[in-house]
């Protein structure tokens, strides 16, 4: 009996280790959008960001964030409408 319990617990903690939230290679990314495009900024972890809109992409350092989070900064560049 304390065989089976022990298989039970032990396959019910592979099922939760197993279906975990599997990593993306490190890659963590913000979006928004402007003027009907996604625009993304994307930590590329070696302290420079990628920013992707429009089928270009610019790579900035965390200087340009100036003291922003990424989010914080991609959201600003959304925010800034200028009446098109």
Do not use: H, Q, R, W
Request: aromatic content about 8%; some cysteine; proline content about 1%.
């Amino acid at each position: 009996m304390k065989k089976t319990i022990f298989l039970i617990t032990l396959a019910i903690a592979l099922v939760f280790i197993g279906c975990s939230k599997d990593d993306d290679g490190g890659s963590k990314c913000d979006s928004c959008t402007l003027a009907g495009e996604k625009l993304e900024i994307c930590d590329n972890g070696d302290g420079t960001y990628d920013i992707k809109g429009g089928g270009e992409t610019e790579t900035i350092t965390e200087e340009d964030l100036d003291g922003a989070t990424p989010k914080a900064f991609i959201e600003s560049i959304c925010d800034f409408n200028i009446g098109f």
